[in-house]
Each structure stands twice: as C-alpha cells, then as structure tokens.
C-alpha cells in the first residue's frame, strides 16, 4: 500500500512539475545543480563540496558520461541563509539543471528544496541532517548522510554510557540544523536517565566573545558540553572554555569537523570530541583513497568533512538516470527512489521510502596532536575503538 502510494506522489509530482520547468536540454551536458556555500563563515565547507563535485563529474565522465553525455556541474553559492538559498535554488532552476546535488546548512536546504519541488527537480543532499528535509511528504528530495534524530541518540549514548556524564550542558546557535541537533541529544539523554541536562540555550552566532555564556555554563558544573553549531563559533567557545579553566569534555556536532576549527583553536582544540559520519580518511577501500589524492593534487589539501558525501551524491543520481534511461527529473526521482545497494565510496548506499539513507553510520572523532582522530564506535551495543570495527559499519 505504501509503495502504491509512493507510486502515486511521484506520479501527481511529475505532472505538476513538468509544467513548472524550464526546457530541458536533450542534448549536450547533463547540469548537475550544486547549492552549497561559496562565500561567508562556511565557505570552507561549501568550496570543499564544490570541488568533490568536480571531481565526481570528471570521474564519471571519464568512463561513458550519463547516457553517452558528459555531466556539467553548475554551482550556487546560498551562504547557508534561507532567503540567499532560495534565490540559489532558483537561478539553479532557470539554468536548465536536471537535478540537484549538494546542501550543506538545513536552514538553507530545506527552503531549497522547496523551490526544486515546486519545478519538480530531484535533490540528493549530501551534508543536511535535519530530518525535516525528508519529512516534507516530497517524493523529490533524498540524502546520502544520516538524520540529527539518528546522531542525537548517538550522542546521548557515548555522554552516559562510555564518558558515564551526570551533568550535561547543551549549546546550540538557534538555526534549523543546531538547534534541532540539540533537542534530539536532550531527549535521547531524558530517555536513558540518569544524566541531569543542567543547561540548554543558544548563543548569538557571529559573535566575537563567548564568555558570558561559558561561565554560566562553568558554574552548572557540567561533566560534558555539547555544542551544536557550526565550526566558525566551536573554535571561539573551545578556545574560551579552555582560557576560563572549563574542566568538563568538550564535544560537538557534526558541523565541527571542518579543518577550519583546528587552525582557528590551535592546541585548545586538544581532546574535543565530534560526533560525524566518517571523515574520508577513515574510510576504507581504494575509491576513496584515490579520491583522496586526486584532491590533494589538484586543491592542495586534504578534502573536507563532506567531500565523499557530496561525491556519492552525484554518482547515485548519474547511475539513477542511467538506470531511468533518461534525464527527464521526474524519471530520475522515480529511479533515484529504487535505489539498493549503490556502492559508494562512502559505503553501500540504499534510500528508504521517505528518501533517507538506510543504516547510516556515526562514529566519533577526537583531536590529538591537532589533528582529528578516529575514536569510538558503537558496536552491537559495545563502544569499541573506531579501527577495531566492522569494515562493514565503519563504510
């Protein structure tokens, strides 16, 4: 019945789209609309994604291309600012795409997704976790990273059961994605028990000082703090925290596993631990070792915490229009739809009906010797080293 009425959305969504789009080109490039922040405090990320891209187009069009075409990306900065993402979103639009690939902020994605909805485009995201974004009742829009309802509990889960915390303090900036991060790790910590959430409120981001709040939050005596913002402010807050003798174990969401924060934070950043999905140097296998190095010879640096995702992101909508045999959008969201078993370089790739990547992995990272380590896993309910996991569960 569920699949009937899937059949049903994507069907109604063709119709309605259609009518809505741009002509789309039957011949030359493929365009690959990629919304992501180019400019602004997240620009690091949005670059990195920007580039992945790039580099999975050339791949890709290296073999057979999509259908005997090259693939073309076509970038848009949205700043990660909802109203900037919608005037994205629509130049994407009017640029003749024929899906969309990318995202980074939710509070710029979800609108996004709106605008590619409307003009019945599909839309992989690769970065934004707020399940809102598939909750939408779209039949256009997928995601090849984990929810914040999924990466909360994970959190919870390390605070009480592995760091056994009493007292936790949660941070959030108020936007879509932390703000969201923040209430999933609050009620997955009130569900297990026996952690006292002694503090929970947002911070003005873009702020040059922190140490109002973190002296507040020194006072709660917590065992943890939990920040779940962006990089930009997570580098100021460790860095105060430490300078105001803050003895509880930092951690952060997965919006701070930027290199950005360990230039900004320098030796402060020292014992911070992240909650992620696997960064592309923990990640086994030869594809990805080898989209390592293409991008370090080509950028001249270490590709960025959403590289890889954005990589599957554009490999699992070509292989969906080569399955649909067409690029017509809404084909492609129908074929994107009945995605199983995709082998990304970021693991095994299957969409569950709502457009969420099945089985998602989280695992923690901690930094030493200022750089980001591998360091915990949830195994079978077991917190075990991230090396001494399953292949399987570590990607």
Known sequence: MEKQKLAMLVAALALGGAALAPARAAEGPVK???????????????????????IAAEDINKKSGVLGRKIAIDTADDQCDAQIGVQAAEKLVQSGDQAIAGGYCSSAAIPESSVFHDHGLPFVADASTNP????????????????DDEQGPFAANFMKNELHAKRVAIIHDNTVYARGLAEQTRAALKKLGGVDIVYFDAITPGQSDYTSVLSVVKSDNPDVIYYTGYYSEAALIVKEARALGVKATLMAGDANNDPTLLKVAGPAANGLIITTA??????????????????QSRFGHEPGPYSVYEYDAIGVTAAAMDRAKSTDP??????????????????????????????????????????????????????????????????
Do not use: C
């Not at 990629?34 to 670059?47: K, M, Q």
């Not at 809102?132 to 929810?147: C, H, K, M, P, S």
């Open 32 to 54: 690959i609309g990629v919304p992501a922040p180019l400019t602004g405090s997240y620009a690091s990320a949005g670059t990195d994604i920007a580039n992945a891209a790039m």
């Open 132 to 147: 809102r974004l598939t909750e939408q009742g779209f039949a256009d829009v997928f995601r090849v990273i984990g929810r």
């Open 278 to 295: 696997p960064l592309a140097q923990f990640l086994g296998g030869s594809e990805v070792q080898n989209f390592i190095k293409e991008y």
């Open 330 to 395: 809404q084909k492609v969201a129908a074929a994107l739809h009945q995605t199983k078993d995709y082998h990304g370089i970021t693991g095994t790739i299957s969409f569950n009906q709502q457009g969420d990547r099945e089985n998602a992995v989280y695992i923690t990272l901690i930094v030493k010797n200022d750089q980001f380590t591998a360091y915990k896993a949830l195994e079978n309910g077991h917190w075990v080293d991230v090396k001494a996991a399953s292949k399987a569960k570590a990607g």
